[in-house]
């Protein structure tokens, strides 16, 4: 699917290249636990800081309550944040010095829900096309049961997402 969408295959390398790195990150965070309970733990706000690391140069601001979450959520969750970092990265928020990333999150009694504000990118529309990308990132987000919705201003970009946390623990 990835080589559809790739313009050469040096842009595929990269593009892949990416992804195998968010999901080696997303796995330096699990920690395995030794005693009955053998499901593995990450932090939410280290998993998003370390996809958001080779993309930012202190353009990013986190906040958002302490929130485990398993080594299958991790893992999807790593995707889902490359995919939006590096769209940051291309067009966004994160391609300009003037840009700036805000990514906080909220948990309710069954859910989390997640903003990511990209601000003063010098032009910000929604794309005419649907990449594989973006593809990836609305069907994991529905495949965890979760939603997604996007809204694009002249310089800006909020995306919303809302995930059960049920489905985090996994």
């Not at 300009?96 to 990333?101: E, M, N, P, Q």
């Not at 805000?102 to 069954?110: K, M, Y």
């Not at 003063?120 to 929604?126: E, T």
């Not at 529905?142 to 995306?159: H, M, N, P, T």
Request: hydrophobic share 45%.
């Amino acid at each position: 699917m990835t080589a559809r969408s790739a313009a050469s295959k040096e842009d595929l390398a990269e593009i892949l290249s990416g992804r195998l790195h968010a999901l080696a990150q997303a796995n330096a965070l699990i920690r395995r636990s030794f005693g009955n309970d053998v499901s593995a733990v990450a932090s939410f706000g280290d998993l998003v800081a370390r996809i958001l690391r080779p993309h930012e140069q202190g353009q990013a601001a986190l906040s958002g309550p302490d929130l485990a979450i398993g080594e299958q959520a991790t893992n999807q969750l790593a995707l889902v944040f490359h995919e939006l970092a590096t769209n940051a990265a291309k067009y966004g928020a994160l391609n300009c010095d003037r840009g700036s990333l805000r990514i906080s999150w909220a948990v309710t009694a069954d859910a989390v829900d997640i903003v990511w504000n990209e601000k003063g990118a010098s032009s910000v529309k929604a794309p005419s096309e649907t990449g594989f990308g973006t593809k990836l990132v609305e069907t994991t987000i529905g495949r965890i049961g979760g939603k997604i919705d996007r809204e694009w201003s002249r310089d800006a970009l909020r995306v919303r997402i809302s995930l059960p946390l049920s489905a985090l623990r996994n």
